[in-house]
Every structure is written in C-alpha cells, then in structure tokens.
C-alpha cells in the first residue's frame, strides 16, 4: 500500500511513496516528512507506475552518499530492474534516468575527463558580458508583455531567459534553441520520452557539425577544440545535457522565485524595503523550494544495508532528494538560522565530485531575473481567478508549468531586442541553406496567442 498523503498513519506494509501523484504534487513536504518519519533517511519511492526506486531525504546522508564513489555510481546502465527487463520502454522517466555517454553518468577517471572539458569550457565565457547580455534580455522580454498588463512569467519569461543566454553561450541559432526547448521540456514531464531524446539529439547532431566546419567563439567550440579530445558523439551529448541542466533548473529557480514573491507578504516586503537583497531572497528559495528535487540518480554498486534494518539492493535508483533534506536540515535544532536568507548550505547545486560547475551562472541569471522583474512590475499579483499552482508532474523537479499574473500596463523601455543584436547568428546555417528567421519573435508572439 502506498503511503497516502491524506493519512497520517504509514503502516509496516506500505512499501512506497508515489512520486508522481496530484495529491504529491500538491504537498511534496507533507509526504517527504512520513517517508523519513517511516523509514528513516532512505525511502522506497514508486517513480512512476511500475518504476521503482529510493528517495534519499536526508542532508547528512546525501552528502555522505554523493562523497562515497565507491560505492555508489553513477552509471545507469546499472540499473537492476532496468536491466532485468522490469521497466517498460516506454517509461517516462527514462528520458532523465537512462544511461548516455556524459559528465553526469560517469566515475573516476572517465568522470574527471569530461568534467574539465565542461569546466574549461565555462571558464573561458566573458561573465561580465553574459550578465550584461541577462540584463538586456530581461528587459526585452519584458517589454514584451508590459503593454498588455497580464503575463503568464512561467512561459513568456523564466522560461525563455536561461534559453536565450544559452543560445547566445552555445553559439545556437534562434531556431534551433526553440526546438531544443520544446523536446527538453517533453523530457522533462516525463512525457513521450523517446521521441523527445531523439528529436534532441537530431538537433544537437547538426549543430556540432556546423561548428566543425564553422568553429565559433562559443562554449560548443571550446567543447570541442578541448585537450579531453570529445569525440563528436561526446559534444553532442554534452550540448543535450548541458543546455538541458542550464535551462530547466534556473528557469524552475526562476518560476519558484517570483511565486513565493507573490504568496508571501513578509518574503516579498524583505525584498522591496532592502532588508534582503536579491541573491540572499533566493537563496532562501534554494532552501525551500529548490528545482531539482529527485535527481540526479546513483547506483549502489553493492548492497547497501540500511539502519532500520532494510537493504538497498545493489543496482537500485537512489534519487538524491535535495528538497526533502534541506527540510531536514531546516528543522533541526537551529535550523532556522542554518536555512536563513544568507545562508548558502543547502543542497540544491549538489554535493561531491558532481556538484553543479555553473553555481556562479546559474544564480546570475537567476538573480538578474528577479531584480528586473521586481523593478519593472512591482505591483504585480496573482491573475484574477488563476488556481491553485500547476506543478509539471515530475518525481525529479519542481517546475510549474504556469505562473499567471496582472499588473498596472507599462510603456517598453529597449527599442532593440538584444537577440536582434546579430543579424545574422553565427551558426545559422545560411551556408547549407536554411533560411534565418526571426525565430525567438515567432515564439513570443506565439506565446502571447496562446493566452
Ligand atoms: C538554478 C539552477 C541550477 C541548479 C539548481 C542546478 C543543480 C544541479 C545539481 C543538483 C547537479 C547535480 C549534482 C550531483 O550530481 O551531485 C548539477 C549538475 C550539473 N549542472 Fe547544474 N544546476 C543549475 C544550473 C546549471 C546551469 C546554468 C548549467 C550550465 C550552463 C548547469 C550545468 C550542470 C552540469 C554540466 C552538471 C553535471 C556535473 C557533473 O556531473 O559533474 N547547471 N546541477
């Protein structure tokens, strides 16, 4: 029987916790408390029907965990009932859970190699001008929407502004990152997963071959003139990756942000009367309400036996659950003042040799969203009539999938919309004759049609 969470009681007999009903989605707190008052800090979870798995929800035994690369991998092609033929093919999880040849699968050696092609990669992008970029994009998209007094911030801007930085970082044509969006958001959900990765990979394949023939100053060129020496099929998996772990998270960051910004009084008056700034304000997100909430995945390499006496079998998917051990953290003894604003302890970027390589990034995109937004609407409330918050159904992120809100008309203040800047985009592709289109217009202005 799984743990229901309308009912306080978890019985001996209840194996899992279902990780992607409604009734989860609602109050994920509520069920992470009774998995850990249940079972301690490894809980049997139920991914999806018929998919299961561990939740751990534990701070200290994530971080022991994530250090301990003895004995837990991150290679799923060790996955026990994966490789037994209990998973379906047509799982939606698979789509983040199946194994690819990239830094986030792999150990050691091999773990180490493609870490520091990532890294250097990375490192060679002009943060000063990236941010620049952020806050110039921010007010485009911005403009966008100011005249007409209702947005939706979920798609019309958390969305689309981690998108267009990594474009413009990736050396991606407007096209391109449209579609890279759209299939990355199906893998996301869980949803028609194979199709997603396929359509994903088809565009990551042709924009690496442009950039063999045309190298760019771009963070896919650094890629792939690295040292490490990525074979194609590498740089190809670690665009899928790296765009897709760029995009979805901050976006959700993003989304989570501006939401506690409108349901929360005392939240939202710390940041307007300065007694929090921006950075520290989300901080307190990653806190309570981080992104990535079951991922990424390890494989115990052998038998982990438990303190309550249960036993992890070798080849089980144990999901790092970050938001469920900073709760646990949070409600320690002094736990207030350790999950307070400044506070940078908590989980949500990861912890050991995988930790997440663009922390730095990620809160700049982050922060520069909220701070512009807060300037240029600051009256702004939840839509009239907009329901309860619509969560994606997914046991790895916490992602809403609308955020509707109203506010005072505003004039634009940008006459030109930054990604206009280059006529045309370094890798558009013009040579092999495919037409350059003002892409990232098409899809405001189809974002707006859709409202
Ligand atoms: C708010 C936004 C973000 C959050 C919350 C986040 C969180 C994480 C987490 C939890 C991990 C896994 C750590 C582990 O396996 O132990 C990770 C890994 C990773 N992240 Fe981020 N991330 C964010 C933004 C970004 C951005 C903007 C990029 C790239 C442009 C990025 C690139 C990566 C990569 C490449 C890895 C794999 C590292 C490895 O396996 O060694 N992330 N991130």
């Known amino acids: 029987m799984p743990i229901d969470p309308e009912d306080d009681r978890v019985t001996d007999g209840c194996p899992y916790a279902e990780l992607y009903t409604p009734e989860f989605q609602r109050d994920p707190k509520r069920v992470y408390d009774r998995m850990r008052d249940a079972y301690g800090p490894a809980a049997p979870a139920m991914l999806e029907p018929g998919v299961r798995g561990w939740l751990v929800v534990d701070y200290a035994t994530i971080v022991a965990w994530c250090r301990d690369t003895a004995t ?46 990532v890294t250097d990669a990375f490192g060679k992008v002009d943060s000063a001008e ?82 063999r023939k045309h190298p760019g100053d771009d963070a896919t060129s650094w890629l792939m003139e690295h040292r490490a020496g990525l074979s194609d099929e590498e740089v190809l998996q670690h665009l899928v990756l790296v765009v897709g772990a760029g995009v979805e998270p901050t976006a959700d960051l993003i989304g989570n942000a501006v939401r506690m910004v409108l349901i929360d009084p005392e939240f939202r008056g710390d940041i307007a009367e300065g007694r929090v700034d921006v950075e520290d304000a989300l901080e307190h ?28 079998p070798a080849g089980s998917p144990v999901l790092l659950g970050y938001a469920a051990a900073n709760r646990s953290m949070a409600g320690a003894p002094s736990g207030e003042a ?17 930790r997440c390589p663009a922390q730095d990034l990620a809160t700049m995109i982050a922060t520069t969203a909220l701070r512009v937004l807060l300037r240029r609407l600051p009256e702004m409330r939840p839509a009239a009539g907009a329901a309860e918050p619509e969560w994606r159904p997914s046991p790895f992120a916490r992602s809403l999938a609308r955020l509707p809100v109203s506010f005072t008309p505003q004039a634009p203040v940008q006459e030109e919309a930054p990604w206009k800047e280059r006529a045309v985009p370094p890798d558009s592709g013009e040579e092999d004759g495919v037409p350059v289109r003002e892409t990232l217009s098409d899809l405001l202005s189809m974002l707006r049609r859709k409202r």
């Open 285 to 312: 997100v990653l806190w309570h309400e981080p992104p990535m909430v079951g991922y990424p995945v390890m494989f115990p390499v052998s038998d982990v036996p438990l303190a309550n006496g249960a036993v992890m």
């Open 72 to 117: 837990f991998s991150r290679d799923a092609r060790r996955w026990n009932d994966w490789r037994d033929g209990l998973v379906s093919d047509d799982a939606g999880v698979l789509g983040m859970m199946e194994y690819r040849p990239n830094v986030l699968f792999a150990d050691g050696d091999e773990h180490r190699r493609l870490r520091r092609a």
């Open 130 to 211: 990236t941010a620049a970029y952020t806050a110039r994009t921010a007010e485009a998209l911005i403009d966008g929407f100011c005249q007409l007094g209702e947005a939706d911030i979920v798609e019309e801007y958390a969305r689309v502004l981690p998108l267009l930085v990594m474009n413009r970082m990736f050396g991606f044509d407007e096209e391109s990152g449209r579609r890279f969006t759209a299939a990355l958001a199906a893998v996301v959900d869980a949803a028609d997963s194979g199709r997603a990765n396929a359509e994903l990979e088809r565009i990551a394949s042709e924009i690496v071959a442009r950039k």
């Open 338 to 354: 350790a999950a307070g604003t400044a506070n940078r302890a908590h989980l949500s970027f990861g912890v050991g040799p995988h």
